[in-house]
């Protein structure tokens, strides 16, 4: 059974920064693209950021590039967001996904979620 | 970025009677491999979304034949034959055929 299970959000400042993580089990972690996607309180849903199954291609959301870097470590089938310099537009569940392959876009399962508060 | 508009955004439905949601897109999904990237997700309160359609029409592992999807180029529809009180939820359309892949905003399903 394929699993994804975040972790690593929480209450921050604005101008701060936090690491968000995903343990993926069930499947064969590096054989997949991965991405991170949003969701606003009460909003709907927004891709953030994806990275290649050996981590060379990374892409990003105009919004945060500069600011997010994704990444991810095969070994301990795991999935990482650094997210610096966070914005009170940045408030959201932050869910870890599978994709079926880099591009077209398409997202077969995804995690529970985290919940990331950028406030003073 | 291609703008996914969905109808309605809230569907009041009774028990055991149909619903369909529409979603349009502002391009056509026609992929340059023949394929249309339409996808449909489900979201029941306080879960993560999980995909029910793919590909405009084929259901997900699981996922009950009350749910169907249709449609073709830019308008595209998912259909519960018979609506149950576990269908309760906001069901998104997601297109993955232009970069970086864009959702509806969400059509709130509940029980009448």
């Known amino acids: 059974e394929v699993q994804l299970v975040e972790s690593g959000g929480g209450l921050v400042q604005p101008g701060g920064s936090l690491r968000l993580s995903c343990a993926a089990s069930?499947?064969?972690?590096?054989?997949?693209?991965m991405s991170w996607v949003r969701q606003a309180p009460g909003k709907g849903l927004e891709w953030v950021a994806n990275?290649?199954?050996?981590?060379?291609?990374?892409y990003y959301v105009d919004s945060v590039k500069g600011r997010f870097t994704i990444s991810r470590d095969n070994a301990k089938n795991s999935l990482y967001l650094q997210m610096n310099s966070l914005r009170a537009e940045d408030t959201a569940v932050y869910y870890c996904a599978r994709e079926v392959s880099g591009y077209p876009r398409d997202f077969d399962y995804w995690g529970q979620g985290t919940l990331v508060t950028v406030s003073s | 970025d291609v703008v996914m508009t969905q109808s309605p955004l809230s569907l009041p439905v009774t028990l055991g009677q149909p619903a369909s949601i529409s979603c349009r897109s502002s391009q056509s999904l026609v992929y340059s491999d023949g394929n249309t990237y339409l996808n449909w997700f489900q979201q029941r309160p306080g879960q993560s979304p999980r995909r029910l359609i793919y590909?405009?029409?084929n259901r997900d592992s699981g996922v009950p034949d009350r749910f169907s999807g249709s449609g073709s180029g830019t308008d595209f529809t998912l259909k519960i034959s018979r609506v149950e009180a576990e269908d309760v939820g906001v069901y998104y359309c997601m297109q993955g055929t232009h970069w970086p892949g864009t959702f509806g905003q969400g059509t709130k399903v509940e029980i009448k």
């Open positions: 590909k405009v029409s």
């Open positions: 069930g499947f064969t972690f590096s054989s997949y693209w």
């Open positions: 990275i290649k199954q050996d981590g060379s291609e990374k």
